[in-house]
């Protein structure tokens, strides 16, 4: 049987077919469509895991119970989860334990760009990377395997490309689902790590990365192409598929197994070729290694270190270096270069995240003071002044009220860090008050821990949830505040309120999103405050469940063109020569109307016609 795959689905069905029973993931692209596609099919138990960590976690104890475990994440997840992965390197498993890292090489949805197969290297863990669907499908099965062969968890790392790109995938006609069959067994020496017993457990690691190399050498999947030989390559992952484009006639050594390197097979293939180059995406992590092994190679002097590598890139380095004599770009490239309109990043029309950060912005650290000038360029207008609230940012849709014209926010680093760097600020001495925003689901993935510091520090701070009952960017999966599983069943609903509450927070405060007035009441006198408050700023995302309700537009002749709806940054409102207009496809109407509390001259009417 043959199927059309992205390299997600491919690695979900493949999971399946392996016999998974526990799959946990949090949501982060380019990773998120492992679970959501495993949901799809009966039998395994799927989790949207708090966080990655916890991720880690319930796979971990799953192993233990002789079952396969899958654990998925963004390449940044890997790093909140990185203390039960190391941990897990320690004690080994019993069910096979399959950690996919999905690396986002360019930063396309990320907040920053890492090569997580050091992170295999530092666990001392065995890594494979597929280079297409197909081989993220067959992978699966053999990380299993492996897993519960070398005692080791398995780290597959796929990048983007690879996640997302669709290719023909041939599956068996028996495959399906056959889990193992749950059973724990005492072992205190391997599963209680007190330093005399991770004592023990530590040259076994050894032992277990030397057999491996040894078992990467005639892994079938490492795969020698003998052409001319006057030149061969190394690689893997997405940077194979780039490589063999533009090396066309070279020698290839496509390593699946890249950590531990098959180092005999690798000197092998050196001994066949004139020159040897390793092309691979972002560090010289196998490069280095080969260097290491005494032989002369090329590498980073010509492949790009830093984001995502594309064929052109390649073509025109290795042209440079004299590793190619012609540069030709292949026709159908050239045929499909369209150039797509330039979106700026906004926040959507109907956002509800939109109130809080125009309040946000009103009330903010750099203040607009001529509010007759167009935020316009994407670059910071003049008449700009330092004062009033700065708010820490976290990671979330809302993060792009950081742009034009909302220019809301002042800080964002990571998951959950709003509300720590709120309270460094404050803790600092910075005389200006202090608001950490963070989503619903960031909220429950760190923030909590953060909101307890703060009460336990006698915090003066103020934190704003901005609470869209999903977890909007990476496309509405349900998370712990939203009591919504994979699999779209009611499971039990954290309520966020008590939470905070629950967690010594007396200020408690539940908004209506779209209600600016309120809002801002509670903005200001939560940031006066001497204790610690939250604020709940209450509304769901449009895009989950379009609203239906009647559009609005805007009565040209009361309109003079201030332009004070247009910094809302809705993208349905427009200007349209010196007054200002609406996309009726795009407004959400009275399910939203921030637009009609700010129009100072009451310009903004509801139109005639409801919308679907
Ligand atoms: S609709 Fe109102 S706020 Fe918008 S430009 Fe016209 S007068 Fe100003
Ligand atoms: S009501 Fe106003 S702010 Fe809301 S979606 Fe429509 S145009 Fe945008």
Avoid at 73 to 88: C, Q, T
Avoid at 190 to 219: G, Q
Avoid at 350 to 362: D, E, K, M, N, Q
Avoid at 565 to 585: F, H, Q, V, W, Y
Wanted: proline share 6%.
């Amino acid at each position: 049987m043959r199927r059309l795959l992205s390299g997600n689905e491919a690695i979900a069905l493949g999971a399946y077919h392996a016999g998974v029973s526990v799959a946990t993931a949090y949501p982060g692209t380019p990773s998120t469509e492992i679970l959501e596609n495993l949901a799809r099919l009966p039998g395994p138990y799927v989790e949207w895991s708090a966080n990655e960590k916890v991720a880690m976690e319930v796979g971990l104890g799953a192993s233990y119970g002789g079952v396969r475990a899958l654990v998925s994440m963004k390449h940044v997840g890997l790093n909140v989860a990185a203390d039960p992965f190391f941990a897990a390197s320690v004690t080994g498993v019993r069910g096979g334990l399959v950690v996919v890292s999905c690396d986002d090489p360019g930063m396309h949805s990320s907040q920053g760009e890492q090569d997580n197969r050091h992170f295999a290297r530092f666990a001392k863990i065995p890594m494979l990377e597929p280079s297409d669907s197909q081989e993220a499908y067959d992978l699966m099965s053999i990380a299993f395997q492996l897993s519960e062969e070398f005692d080791t968890p398995v780290m597959v790392r796929s990048t983007t490309r690879i996640s997302h790109c669709k290719g023909v995938v041939e599956i068996g006609e028996a495959a399906s689902w056959q889990p193992k069959r749950p059973r724990f067994i005492r072992d205190l020496d391997k599963f209680v790590m007190v330093p005399s017993n991770a004592r023990k457990r530590r040259p076994l690691m050894e032992e277990r990365v030397a057999t491996l190399a040894r078992w990467a050498d005639n892994f079938p999947k490492n795969e020698v192409i003998i052409q001319n030989t006057r030149l061969g390559v190394i690689a893997s992952g997405a940077a194979y598929q780039y490589a063999r484009e533009v090396f066309k006639k070279a020698s290839f050594l496509k390593l699946v197994a890249t950590y531990p390197l098959p180092k005999q097979l690798i000197a092998d293939f050196s001994r066949q070729v004139e020159t040897l180059v390793v092309v691979e995406e972002l560090d010289p992590f196998m490069e280095e290694q080969i260097r290491a092994m005494g032989l002369e190679v090329k590498g980073k002097e010509f492949v790009p270190p830093i984001g995502e590598l594309t064929i052109d890139t390649l073509e025109d380095s290795a042209h440079r270096v004299g590793l190619l004599k012609n540069v030709r770009r292949a026709l159908s490239r050239k045929e499909t270069q369209v150039e797509l309109p330039v979106r700026p990043p906004v926040l959507c029309a109907g956002c509800p995240h939109i109130a809080t950060s125009f309040v946000l912005r009103r009330l903010g650290f750099y203040r607009h003071l001529n509010p007759l000038e167009a935020n316009e360029g994407g670059k910071l207008p003049s008449g700009l002044r330092q004062g009033g609230i700065i708010a820490t940012s976290d990671i979330g849709c809302y993060t792009l009220a950081v742009y034009p014209p909302l220019l809301a926010l002042d800080t964002c680093a990571c998951m959950g860090a709003s509300i720590g760097q709120a309270l460094g600020l404050e803790k600092a001495g910075v005389a200006n008050k202090i608001v950490a925003v963070i989503g619903d689901s960031t909220f429950v993935h760190s923030g909590i821990t953060g909101l307890v510091d703060m009460v336990y520090n006698q915090s003066a701070g103020t934190v704003v949830i901005l609470d869209n009952d999903t977890t909007g960017m990476t496309g509405h999966q349900g998370h712990p505040g939203t009591g919504i599983s994979p699999r779209g069943e009611k499971l039990t609903k954290v309520d966020l309120e008590y939470l905070c509450r629950g967690l010594g927070v007396r200020d408690v405060n539940v908004v209506n999103a779209f209600d600016i007035a309120q809002i801002e009441h509670t903005l200001r006198r939560c940031v006066e405050s001497e204790e610690t408050s939250v604020i709940i700023a209450r509304g769901p995302c449009p895009l989950k469940e379009r609203p239906t309700s009647r559009p609005f537009s805007i009565d040209a002749d009361r309109c003079d063109g201030c332009a004070t709806c247009l910094r809302l940054g809705c993208p349905a409102l427009l200007r349209e020569g010196d007054k200002a207009t609406i996309d009726k496809g795009r407004c959400v109407g009275d399910a939203c109307g921030i637009c009609l509390q700010v129009c100072p001259r009451e310009a903004i009417v509801r139109a005639e016609k409801e919308i679907a």
